[in-house]
């Protein structure tokens, strides 16, 4: 049966997958790096350990977006605005 918390895992990982994209070091990188922290905890199955794994990457998402958005910001930073001091 699918359940309702397997579609947002599979969400997530999707999710996770796009924003290693334009990762620094590479999306090969990333990808590597994503699956084997998936094939560590692939045992796991304490609900609330579970709980603290799915928040961690939550959070990651998080950090992934803010430097993401950093990036765009100096970008859009750099285009428009002089270094000049008046």
């Not at 999710?15 to 999306?27: M, N």
């Not at 922290?37 to 350990?49: C, G, I, Q, V, Y």
Request: hydrophobic share 35%; with cysteine; proline share 3%.
């Amino acid at each position: 049966m699918y359940c309702r918390s397997s579609q947002a895992s599979r969400y997530r990982i999707v999710r996770l997958l796009y924003l290693g994209r334009e990762y620094p070091k590479g999306a090969d990188y990333f990808r590597s790096r994503l699956k084997a922290a998936f094939l560590k905890n692939k045992d796991e199955t304490d609900p609330e350990k579970i709980k603290q794994l799915i928040a961690r990457g939550e959070f990651v998402i998080k950090e992934l977006e803010a430097l993401y958005f950093l990036r765009k910001y100096r970008a859009m930073k750099q285009r428009y605005y002089s270094d000049d001091k008046p």
